[in-house]
């Protein structure tokens, strides 16, 4: 089922001078995000981030014309999400606004004087009518009337969506509440209740305005999932850890559960249990597609036993399980058709770089291919009448956008074309290569190569090697479908355009080639195994006629950025120059404290040292351009103010472009122009040009 291409949808304006373009052009498409369906109907809704500006679109079936319902028009810095629609399918409650961090403070990257906050919204899909309901997050919406529950202040609040009410506190109870899940009926609401060393699994009475609690232990309780018929809610069991820290240089098995239980009786029983290995450990990247409840009293569910992230299934009452979507691949992006029959999901089956999607039945069975070709697709959804598939696709040339496409079969079709810039330069742009080479080990290692579509014969060309961050993520063939690496695409096309080669690198550590090398020995701060694939990025680099072995630099963004600073603090004699966006420096800081992994103990807080930047600083010589926003969460912002003491005493040279009051994944569209403008400059004056 071929997917139609942007030319065939888009009007593309040619592009002078070789295919030169703007680094304000490659970033003007559209970021599409928050793919969902409505309950029934044809109608869907996604987040469209134009340059900063974040708004909500709609479109129905069958013909899908897409329009904007909201009317936000600044680079506010102020991210759309959580998408729900109502149970009529009428209006959309969004999240508006960023999570706090630990001093209680909203995300606030454009310094305004008043501050921000994160509020909860509904807007009206018919004529865009738009209201506040409260300041909150994490909103669901009762399926039987106008109930919307939210979380604020790690409690549970209501307020109604389409009368106006004041929020208020649905009920009081010990523990960090969360993860709230309303019954079929809309009677009842299940919740997680954590604290701390356990967690439980609690169940409000709407009507009787009670709480109990579900099978309470002293394990750790999650995940809670309604079956069809509203009678049992199944969830995971992980067991208790303890007080006592895991150490360091070992990968611990996480075992875990899958209970039922009766709703009525509050009676429980396990129906499903994981090996006690560290395969069979509760998949870290599943996320909320670690437990559905399908067809056929069928309950789904994530798992890397065979060493690979697949779904699997099992009978509700207990029994053997069944793979679902076999292969040395791995699953991303589930989505279930209405009558959970049927899994929707994206994988890099039969095509390892990329992302197409794929379709399975609850019972079994050998998976279809939906999508074919050299495009990616991601976040499908089913609409709540089951006739149409909606996702998100890309390809080389053409960024993300929401297709459709009958649910039957055909062809996928773009629905929101008119929203691309008309002079986006995809003409411009090149068709990376898949490149292979192995580490000093013998690993296998993918890559992305860029090279200038006009290089002249025998040119020697200024390379730089890009690490994503995670490090649990994967480049791929094409436009990323996540916003930092969609960007971060954009800026390889960018410097690829100025005349540099640019190989994308996939280290170990990250996904998409199975858990072993998700996992890999001594990764990170337990000893930087993955610095060998940097090197040997180089060596592949060093060793093609076409590229000057003395202007290779490094670039990155989080974990990226980690081992940026690593490759010059180790390798200055390797690499030129480096640009490293919000980087880890020293293991050890990071990790000092408030981690149930065990940092301690002198043995380990030296390994971690020793796998970071500062242990090695002594001998970097190279440039470098450090670029960090100082309301940093992931990475803490002192991570670059103690390098940069360390730099100083060595004298390296170094340049600084420091963000206030901006957080790890720039908010501010500005901000990524600004950030991606300095490095291109800071790689001109340093490794030169073509």
């Known amino acids: 089922m071929k997917v139609l291409g942007f030319f065939a949808s888009v009007a593309l304006l040619a592009q002078p001078g070789g295919g030169g373009f703007t680094l304000e052009q490659a970033l003007s498409w559209p970021f599409p995000s928050g793919l969902v369906a409505a309950p029934g ?85 018919k004529d865009g009518q738009t209201r506040l309901l409260a300041e909150g997050r994490d909103a669901v919406i009762s399926p039987a009337g106008d109930q919307v529950v939210f979380s604020k202040a790690n409690q549970l609040w209501e307020v109604t969506l389409k009368k ?33 060393d356990h967690s439980f699994i609690g169940l409000y009475d709407t009507r009787g305005r009670t709480v109990r609690y579900l099978a309470p232990s002293v394990d750790l309780d999650g995940f809670p999932r309604w079956s069809p018929d509203g009678q049992r809610i199944a ?6 850890r303890g007080s006592q820290p895991r150490s360091m240089m070992e990968d611990a098995p996480n075992p875990w559960a899958i209970l039922v239980a009766e709703v009525a009786s509050g009676g429980v029983r396990e129906v499903w249990r994981s090996e006690n290995t560290p395969a069979g450990s509760l998949p870290s990247g599943a996320g909320q597609e670690a437990l559905r409840w399908g067809a056929g009293d069928r309950l789904v569910f994530a798992s890397e036993q065979d060493g690979w992230m697949h779904l699997y299934a099992v009978p509700a009452e207990g029994g053997e399980a069944t793979l679902l979507t076999p292969g040395a691949c791995e699953v991303e992006h589930v989505a279930m058709t209405p009558d959970r029959r049927e899994l929707v999901y994206s994988s890099n089956c039969d095509d390892i770089d990329r992302r197409r999607l794929w379709r399975v039945s609850v019972t079994g069975g050998k998976p279809a291919a939906v999508t074919r070709g050299e495009g990616i697709e991601w976040s499908p959804v089913v609409t ?63 890559g992305q190569l860029f090279l200038p579509r006009d290089a002249p014969a025998g040119a020697r060309l200024p390379a730089v090697i890009f690490m994503h961050g995670g490090p649990v993520r994967q480049m791929l063939l094409g436009w990323h479908y996540l916003y930092y690496y969609h960007n971060a695409y954009a800026f390889n096309q960018y410097l690829t355009s100025r005349g540099y080669a640019v190989l994308a ?23 930087a195994s993955e610095y060998q694939d940097i090197v040997a990025a180089a060596h592949y680099l060093r060793g093609r006629e076409d590229i000057d072995p003395a202007r290779i630099g490094l670039w990155g963004g989080s974990y990226g950025g980690y081992l940026t600073a690593l490759g010059l603090a180790r390798n200055s004699d390797l690499f030129a120059a480096g640009v490293d966006l919000h980087g880890v420096h020293d293991w050890s800081q990071r990790f000092s404290a408030g981690s149930s992994i065990d940092y301690r103990d002198p043995a380990a807080q030296k390994t971690a040292r020793d796998a970071s930047p500062v ?66 400059e800071f790689f001109e004056r340093r490794l030169g040009k073509r």
């Open 235 to 240: 969830f995971i069991r992980q067991p208790a």
């Open 384 to 446: 709540g009448d089951g006739k149409h598939l909606v996702y998100l696709g890309s390809d080389a040339r053409q960024p993300g956008m929401p297709y459709a496409m009958p649910l039957a079969g055909g062809a996928g079709r773009m629905i929101a074309a008119a929203a691309a810039p008309k002079d986006f330069p995809s003409a411009g742009l090149v068709v990376p290569r898949a490149a292979l080479f192995k580490s000093a080990d013998e690993l296998e290692i993918h």
């Open 41 to 125: 109907g044809a109608r869907v809704a996604w987040v469209f981030d134009t340059q900063g500006r974040r708004n909500l679109w709609v479109a129905e079936g069958p013909q899908f014309q897409a329009r904007q319902i909201t009317s936000y028009n600044q680079d506010d810095g102020q991210e759309i999400t959580d998408l729900r629609f109502s149970p009529d399918g009428n209006w959309v409650v969004y999240v508006r606004g960023g999570n706090q961090n630990q001093a209680g403070e909203v995300p606030n990257p454009t310094s305004e004087v008043g501050g921000a906050k994160q509020s909860i919204f509904a807007v009206s899909c």
């Open 505 to 527: 690198v996939n280290f170990r550590s990250g996904i998409g080639y199975g858990r072993a090398f998700r996992m890999a020995a001594k990764r990170g701060a337990r000893g």
């Open 615 to 680: 242990a090695s600083v002594a001998t970097w010589r190279s440039p470098v351009l450090l670029v960090h926003g100082d309301d940093d969460r992931n990475v803490a912002f002192t991570q670059t103010v103690d390098l940069v003491k360390r730099l100083r005493e060595q004298k390296v040279s170094f340049e600084q472009l420091v963000f206030p009051d901006e957080v790890h994944d720039f908010l501010v569209h500005g901000h990524w122009i600004e950030a991606y403008r300095a490095a291109a």
């Open 164 to 196: 106006r009410s004041e929020p208020r506190q649905l009920f009081v109870a010990r523990g960090n509440i969360g993860s709230p899940a309303f019954s079929p009926d809309g009677r009842r609401l299940a919740f997680v209740s954590s604290r701390g």
